[in-house]
């Protein structure tokens, strides 16, 4: 698994609570994504880092957000959980060449 | 994830056939290609991967195809086997970032 590990794996949580992901990687890589994964959608992606520090919006970015206050750990927050964020969220890293994604194992977020 | 296969065009194949699965990708800048493979309750896995300037690259019972002419990348997997049965996704790449194609899944019966 490329050393990565994502928590919770499973929520519940209700509509207009805060809740926060985690990403964590053991392999001291540079460039972390979060991704979300719903039917007839695929992967997408919310937000990606390319360093302590430094973020970049993804394609579905807007009422999620994202810190990275060191090298293994990447953190999304729902500021206010919707249920349009219930979804399957994965994070990957990239094994230092340019493209290669590797992913964690998903965390299933189901916001009622 | 789950319920990642749900809409999905489908390919349903005998144990022991060859596979080819299809993505017509959309940015003809994209300088990378990646094939992955999503097991049910998985995260994606890499399969293979070819860059722009190759039309094929092989691997193990693999070989992606890339025609940039249509816009154009298959995967075939030669004596397709049980393990094999998952969504398939191919991926395209410009700078750092990827995108998804929606996926297909494939189903291998014995």
């Known amino acids: 698994d490329a050393g990565i590990t994502q928590s919770p794996r499973h929520k519940v949580t209700e509509t207009g609570t805060p809740v926060t992901l985690r990403c964590h990687q053991t392999?001291?890589?540079?460039?972390m994504y979060w991704y979300r994964q719903d039917p007839g959608h695929g992967l997408r992606l919310i937000h990606y880092?390319?360093?302590?520090?430094?973020?970049d919006k993804g394609e579905v970015s807007d009422g999620y957000s994202v810190s990275r206050s060191k090298t293994e750990d990447f953190l999304l927050t729902l500021e206010s959980a919707t249920s349009s964020q219930t979804s399957v969220y994965f994070c990957?890293?990239?094994?230092?060449?340019?493209?290669?994604?590797?992913f964690g194992p998903g965390t299933r977020l189901t916001v009622t | 994830g789950e319920n990642v296969g749900l809409h999905l065009p489908t390919l349903s194949v005998q144990e022991g056939d060859n596979s080819i699965i299809n993505c017509a990708y959309s940015?003809?800048?994209?300088?990378?290609f990646i094939w992955y493979k999503q097991e049910s309750g998985k995260g994606p896995q890499f399969i293979i991967d070819?860059?722009?300037?190759?039309d094929k690259r092989q691997g193990q019972r693999v070989t992606v195809l890339l025609n940039k002419t249509v816009k154009h990348l298959s995967l075939q997997i030669a004596a397709t086997q049980p393990g094999d049965s998952a969504v398939y996704f191919c991926?395209?790449?410009?700078?750092?970032?990827?995108?998804f194609g929606k996926g297909t899944m494939l189903l291998v019966s014995p």
């Open positions: 990957a890293i990239n094994l230092g060449g340019a493209y290669e994604q590797y």
């Open positions: 392999e001291n890589h540079r460039y």
């Open positions: 880092s390319y360093g302590v520090k430094d973020t």
């Open positions: 940015n003809s800048a994209s300088d990378y």
């Open positions: 070819i860059r722009s300037n190759m």
């Open positions: 991926a395209e790449s410009q700078y750092s970032t990827l995108t």
